[in-house]
C-alpha cells in the first residue's frame, strides 16, 4: 500500500497543489515531430502543439512532457542533440518555446522538458572539436576516447554492443589520415557518450538546467539517466543488456546503474529545489522497482518511470505481482509510484495487448509480420488503462493513445528512419511505428495534422476513424473514456489513495482505492459483480457483470 500524508492534499479543483503536484500528476507525452504541423512543412511544430493544448486541457492532465524540440540532425529523432539551449528550427524558436510554456501555464498544464544527459550528437560543437583535437587532450576528455585493442588498435577497446545493434565502438581517422582511437556510444555512432568523470560535463548541464528553469519549465524528464557514469576501466561484459536491466551474480553491467549516478541526481535535486514551485525530475531508467527506487530517495530525483509494468503482459498474477513490488519498493524511500503503458520508444499498447503471447517491445511490426488483432488490442488497451488510472500514484499518457491509436504495423520499409532498421540489417524495424503524426480530423489533409499530406512518416489510411474529431462527442469512444476516467480520478483523489486487494480469483484483479472499487477481467468469461456496486465508469458497456478483458469503475450503494 501506499500513503499520502495531510500536506500533500489535492485543492479544491482536484488538481494537485505546488507542493506535491508530481505525486499524484497526470503527465501527458508529446512527440513534437508528429503532434501538429502548424506551418505546413509535413512535421509537427511547437506552434502546433500550442494550438492544441486545449485538448489536453480538456481532456484532464495535469503536465505534459515535450520529448526533445533541440538543433538535432535526427540521427534519433531528436536523441541526439547538438545543441542544448536552443530549438531546432524545424520545431520553431526559443520565442514558439515560451509561448507554448505561457499557453500552458494559463490552463494549469505544466511543462516538462527532455534532458539527454548520456550522450549528444556528433554535430555537437564540443564533439566536433574533440575530433580534431589529439588523443589525450581536453576535448577528447568530454567523451570516452579509447585507443583499440590488438597490436595495430584495430579492435574496439572492450566488447560492448550498442543498444541499436552492433559494436558501441567507433573509429575515428585523426587529422594526419591515420585510423585512430575508438570512442564509445552506447547507442548510435551518431550519438558519444559525454565522459561524467570528467567535472567540466556536470557544469555544462548544470548550465543547461538553468537555462530551461529560468525560462519557467516545471522539471526534466532523464533520458538514460542510469548510464551517466561507466564502471572504471570500462571492463567487458559479453551479456545482454536489452529490456530491464537487472545484477547478474549480483554485479550490474558495467555501463549501466553504477553508484556515482547518484551524486549527480543529488546535485541536481539541490539546483532545483532553489527555485520557486516544485521543479520535478523523473528517471528514464530500465531497471527493476528495487533499483529504480534507488534513484528515487528524498535528495534525488522525484520519479522513475515504471517499466516493469508497462513491460508485463495481459496476465493477472503477472500484473498484480508488478503491482505490489512496485508500491513497496517505492514505499521504502517515501515516493510515489508511476505508471505507464506505452511511450515513443515501444509499440502501442492497442497493439501489442492484440497478441497473444510475448511481444518484442522496440522491434516494431512490418505489413510482412504477423498482425495483431485490432479490435482485442483496443478493448485490452481500453481495460488496462482503467486499471492502471485508477492506482494510486502518478502516471504517463503517450500522445494518441487516447484515441485508442493502434501501431502503424505497414509502414514501408523504405520509409522507416529508425537507425535500428540499418543497423540491425533490416531485422529489426524499430519504433517508427508509434510516432506515426497523429490524426485530428476524419478527413483532410494528414487528417488535420497539417496542410501537406506528405508528413516526415506516412499514416495509415484507416487514421481518420480515430481521429480526435470524430470520438469528442461520441459516447462511448476511447477519447470520451479517458476524460471520464481523469476526471473520476481526481474526484476520488486516486493518486493519493491506498491500494486494498479485496479479493484474489484467478484471472481477476480486484481491488480498492478509497470509495472506488475497481475489478478487471483478464479471463475468457464473465464474472459478477457485487450485489451492491453502482458502477462508475467501464472500458466496455457493462450490467451486472465484468466481461472478458474489460475493467469496471464502481461503489458500494
Known amino acids: 500500500m501506499t500513503t499520502a500524508d ?4 489535492p485543492t479544491e479543483t482536484g488538481r494537485p497543489a505546488d507542493a506535491d503536484w ?15 504541423d502548424a506551418d505546413g512543412d509535413g512535421t509537427g511544430d511547437l506552434p502546433g502543439i500550442t494550438a492544441r493544448l486545449d485538448h489536453l486541457a480538456d481532456l484532464g492532465v495535469d503536465a505534459l512532457w515535450l520529448s526533445p524540440f533541440y538543433p538535432s540532425p535526427q540521427r534519433d529523432g531528436g536523441y541526439d542533440v547538438a545543441d542544448y539551449r536552443a530549438v531546432d528550427p524545424m520545431y520553431g524558436t526559443l520565442a514558439d518555446f515560451d509561448a507554448l510554456l505561457a499557453r500552458a501555464h494559463e490552463l494549469d498544464i505544466r511543462v516538462i522538458v527532455d534532458l539527454v544527459p548520456n550522450h ?7 564533439f566536433r572539436a574533440a575530433l580534431t583535437a589529439a588523443p589525450g587532450s581536453e576535448e577528447r576528455a568530454l567523451f570516452h576516447f579509447r585507443d583499440g585493442r590488438g597490436p595495430d588498435g584495430s579492435l574496439p577497446p572492450n566488447d560492448w554492443t550498442s ?25 548510435d555512432p551518431g550519438q558519444p557518450d559525454w565522459n561524467w568523470d570528467n567535472p567540466a560535463v556536470r557544469e555544462d548541464f548544470e548550465t543547461t538546467l538553468r537555462f530551461w528553469l529560468d525560462r519557467g519549465a516545471d522539471g526534466f524528464r532523464v533520458d538514460v539517466c542510469d548510464a551517466l557514469v561507466k564502471a572504471p576501466g570500462l571492463p567487458d561484459w559479453p551479456r545482454p543488456t536489452h529490456g530491464v536491466i537487472e545484477p547478474v551474480d549480483g554485479v550490474m553491467p558495467p555501463m549501466w546503474d553504477q553508484e556515482g549516478i547518484h551524486e549527480i541526481f ?11 514551485g516544485r521543479r520535478i525530475l523523473c528517471a528514464e531508467a530500465w531497471l527493476p522497482p528495487e533499483r529504480a527506487a534507488r534513484i528515487i530517495r528524498p535528495d534525488e530525483m522525484h520519479q522513475a518511470f515504471n517499466f516493469r509494468f508497462l513491460e508485463t503482459p495481459w496476465q493477472a498474477d503477472g500484473l498484480r505481482a508488478v503491482i505490489d513490488g512496485s508500491l513497496a519498493a517505492n514505499d521504502t524511500v517515501g515516493a510515489p509510484t508511476t505508471w505507464v503503458l506505452s511511450n515513443h520508444d515501444v509499440m502501442r499498447h492497442a497493439s501489442r495487448f492484440g497478441y497473444d503471447g510475448p511481444v518484442e517491445l522496440e522491434h516494431g511490426v512490418g505489413a510482412d509480420d504477423p498482425q495483431p488483432d485490432r479490435p482485442l488490442g483496443l478493448r485490452r488497451a481500453r481495460a488496462a488503462t482503467a486499471l492502471m488510472l485508477a492506482l494510486p500514484g502518478s502516471a504517463y499518457l503517450y500522445q494518441g493513445e487516447e484515441l485508442g491509436l493502434p501501431e502503424a504495423t505497414e509502414l514501408p520499409d523504405t520509409a522507416r528512419q529508425d537507425p535500428v532498421w540499418e543497423r540491425s540489417g533490416h531485422r529489426i524495424r524499430g519504433r517508427d511505428g508509434c510516432r506515426v503524426p497523429l490524426p485530428w480530423t476524419e478527413d483532410g489533409p494528414a487528417f488535420g495534422f497539417g496542410t501537406n499530406p506528405d508528413t516526415w512518416l506516412p499514416q495509415p489510411s484507416d487514421y481518420g476513424s480515430y481521429a480526435a474529431a470524430a470520438q469528442r462527442d461520441h459516447p462511448g469512444s476511447t477519447l470520451q473514456l479517458y476524460r ?3 476526471e473520476l480520478r481526481r474526484h476520488h483523489r486516486l493518486g493519493t489513495g491506498n491500494l486494498r486487494w479485496v479479493q484474489s480469483r484467478h484471472q481477476v484483479l480486484h481491488f480498492a482505492n478509497g470509495p472506488v472499487e475497481v ?39
Open 163 to 187: 543498444m541499436f545493434e552492433g559494436p558501441a565502438w567507433t573509429r575515428v581517422t585523426e587529422a594526419d589520415g591515420s585510423p585512430g582511437q575508438w570512442y564509445l556510444h552506447l547507442f
Open 519 to 557: 475489478m478487471t477481467n483478464l479471463g475468457p468469461a464473465p464474472v459478477p459483480l457485487p450485489p451492491a456496486a453502482h458502477v462508475l465508469t467501464a472500458s466496455v458497456p457493462v450490467t451486472d457483470h465484468v466481461p472478458a478483458d474489460a475493467t469496471v469503475w464502481f461503489t458500494r450503494t
Open 6 to 9: 495531510s500536506t500533500h492534499a
Open 266 to 276: 543529488r546535485t541536481w535535486r539541490r539546483l532545483l529545489d532553489t527555485y520557486d
Open 120 to 126: 549528444c550528437s556528433d554535430q555537437h560543437v564540443a
Open 484 to 486: 471520464r476516467l481523469l
Open 22 to 36: 508530481w505525486r499524484t500528476a497526470v503527465i501527458y507525452q508529446i512527440y513534437p515531430r508528429s503532434f501538429t
